[in-house]
């Protein structure tokens, strides 16, 4: 009898294990992967700089120590010296960005990036 129980108890173990639910990204997979291989000026990195940095960098923004980033040729500027990057990696070669705030997420630097290794052009 005592063994009946401890098989019966066995199997009923091992099937509520089998319904444990951890296959959720197999089963659901991830829609919003990174998309960084249609990347283009206009349409990925002016929008990032424009709703990240511009509040401090466009326009009349007085904030930003002059620095512009909201026109192709001013931000150009800071894409061939590298700093546009490195500001958005925090990785010590340039004062972190945006000031004051966190890092920017990982698929949206990796698009900036993506952009710039492509020879950031004005597309
Ligand atoms: C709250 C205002 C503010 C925001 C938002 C901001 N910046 Fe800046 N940024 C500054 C100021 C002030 C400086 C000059 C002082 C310094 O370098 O820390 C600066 C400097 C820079 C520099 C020159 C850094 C260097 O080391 O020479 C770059 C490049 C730059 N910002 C890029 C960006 C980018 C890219 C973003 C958006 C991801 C951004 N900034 C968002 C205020 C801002």
Redesign the pocket.
């Known amino acids: 009898m005592k063994t009946l129980i401890i098989i019966t108890a066995g199997i009923f173990l091992f099937g509520m294990n089998s319904c444990f639910y951890d296959k959720a990204d197999l089963i659901y997979p991830q829609t919003t992967a990174c998309d960084t291989a249609t990347v283009t000026y206009s349409g990925t990195v002016a929008k990032i ?1 424009g709703s ?2 511009n ?3 466009g326009g009349a923004a007085a ?3 002059g ?1 512009k ?1 909201d026109t192709y040729a001013t931000a150009s500027t ?1 894409v061939t010296n590298g ?2 990057l490195n ?2 990696l925090h990785n010590g070669q ?2 972190p ?5 966190t890092k ?1 997420d990982a698929c949206t630097i990796n698009k900036v990036s993506s952009w710039i290794k492509k020879g950031a052009t004005n597309n």
């Not at 960005?97 to 705030?101: A, I, N, Q, S, T």
């Open positions: 700089l990240n940095c509040g401090c960098h904030a930003g120590a620095i980033l800071y700093r546009l500001s958005m340039a004062s960005m945006p000031k004051g705030g920017l």
